[in-house]
């Protein structure tokens, strides 16, 4: 329709300058300014018949490419298993993926935002940018027995020694990326456009730097170093490996993810003797009274017709005897919600709950919200042109996804640019998806058949992108 009305706009300028006609002089601008309102109504630009043909032969080489190399793929993901980093830390990991990158022939930038890497795949022909995203880290979990690449890595955190593990599957989605590099590499003369590939440190949080700082977060770091400044994307796309049907794609426009907020609070009281608790004030108590309260607040305060929420308290410390009432106690958890208003709302709400319920103890709370993680926001026109590409990605379907409770900083890059982020399954044939062990659980396990699949359409979804236009 757009094309259409471009050419009889180019005929109506043609005639008004070849003549004297002051009517169609005065036409132009309101043509213009309709082009501009149709152009930006959300629609996408739909391929030609020419370009329909070339992504139908990309589709099928990259299909083809993708399977040649799964064995690379899996060895790849098993390696990083078994070699996790923590946030920031992950030095090997991020020199497995730039020397992965040079021998491809891409452009190769590192130490962004920390211990993060870009690439810079250039096709054949000039066109748009579109960017694909894995986080790279790992968490501090031990990881049972029983796998052959099992992880017995440890770190030192907090003066502790700490097993650590992929207990998320971004192992699974560096290695996923560093494959949709290769299948990319191998059809880059029939690009239009180029590709910049985001392999991103410290997702899950750093653990180098306090969250108080507010410079915690990878992707928020990547993006002060200005990786959007000099090559800024057209689109940028993620996927997450969860409990699912192996290779079942789960894709929704709109709000995805939640946003999260880091809640600290500090319960002071008055110090004294466990067998005497009236000479004192007791924090340990009013925390008790505090952290019931708190489910208050998302019960009896938040509306939940308009928005889910969440408050957990994950952490707790006080005390350091048996028999003696601490002066402090100290908690952390996180506040979620999808939706700005409530999510200020509940900042507001959670304060005045803890103050006044510590207060009825007759202590004192401190509290403090530490922003993290606004919500992951899936772009309506972004996600409607890629569900073609993800069902002919997709060997086990694709099926409406629901709101997730997990928060992402991949929030900062939809932010920045039209962003899509899905989700694909990797609960082995057989189990039952719902009974499976989740993400940042030890018995987390990934069926690596799935990973030809997300590879595919991380591949797919960047050549469609560049080949058919983009939404506006």
């Known amino acids: 329709m757009f094309d259409k009305f471009n050419v009889k706009l180019?005929?109506?300028m043609s005639k008004s300058a070849n003549s004297n006609s002051k009517g169609l002089v005065k036409l132009i601008p309101l043509l213009i300014l309709i082009y501009v309102s149709l152009t930006a109504s959300g629609q996408t630009t739909k391929p030609t018949k020419a370009n329909s043909s070339a992504l139908s032969a990309i589709e099928s080489k990259i299909r083809d490419k993708t399977i040649s190399i799964e064995s690379k793929l899996i060895g790849w993901r098993r390696d990083i298993h078994q070699n996790p980093e923590l946030g920031d830390q992950e030095e090997r990991t991020s020199k497995l993926?730039?020397?992965?990158?040079?021998?491809?022939?891409?452009?190769?930038?590192?130490?962004?935002?920390?211990?993060g890497v870009i690439g810079i795949l250039k096709g054949g022909k000039p066109g748009k940018l579109v960017a694909l995203r894995a986080d790279m880290d790992a968490l501090a979990v031990k990881e049972p027995a029983g796998l052959p690449f099992a992880s017995k890595a440890t770190a030192q955190i907090n003066g502790k020694t700490e097993y650590l593990m992929h207990a998320c599957g971004h192992d699974a989605h560096t290695a996923m990326l560093m494959a949709a590099a290769e299948v990319l590499a191998s059809v880059k003369s029939e690009l239009s456009g180029s590709v910049m590939f985001i392999f991103q440190p410290a997702e899950e949080g750093s653990s180098v730097v306090e969250p108080g700082s507010g410079k915690s977060w990878g992707a928020k770091r990547m993006l002060e170093d200005g990786i959007f400044k000099k090559n800024k994307p057209d689109a940028v796309f993620a996927l997450h490996v969860h409990p699912g049907k192996s290779g079942q794609i789960d894709y929704k426009s709109g709000p995805a993810t939640a946003s999260s907020d880091v809640l600290n609070i500090t319960i002071s009281g008055q110090q004294g003797h466990g067998g005497m608790p009236w000479n004192t004030v007791d924090p340990v108590v009013a925390s008790a009274y505090v952290i019931a309260g708190l489910q208050s607040v998302v019960s009896r305060r938040a509306d939940l017709t308009k928005s889910p929420a969440v408050v957990s308290v994950g952490m707790i410390h006080g005390g350091s005897s048996q028999n003696v009432i601490p002066d402090t106690v100290k908690m952390v958890g996180t506040i979620r919600s999808y939706d700005p208003a409530?999510?200020?709302?509940?900042?507001?709400?959670?304060?005045?709950a803890a103050e006044h319920i510590a207060e009825g103890t007759y202590a004192k709370a401190q509290v403090d919200i530490l922003p993290m993680y606004d919500v992951t926001d899936n772009n309506d026109a972004l996600a409607q042109q890629m569900l073609p590409v993800l069902k002919r990605a997709a060997e086990a379907g694709v099926i409406p996804g629901s709101l997730q409770g997990a928060s992402e900083d991949f929030s900062y890059f939809a932010k920045e640019v039209p962003g899509l982020y899905i989700f694909l399954g990797v609960t082995p044939d057989g189990e039952d998806p719902a009974k499976a062990a989740p993400n940042h659980n030890p018995k987390f396990f990934v069926d690596e058949k799935a990973l030809v699949v997300g590879t595919r359409a991380m591949a797919a979804m960047a050549v469609n992108f560049l080949m058919s236009g983009s939404p506006n």
């Open 10 to 12: 180019q005929t109506i």
């Open 97 to 115: 993926v730039a020397e992965h990158l040079r021998t491809l022939g891409i452009e190769v930038q590192t130490g962004v935002g920390g211990t």
């Open 342 to 352: 409530a999510r200020k709302q509940l900042h507001t709400d959670i304060k005045q």
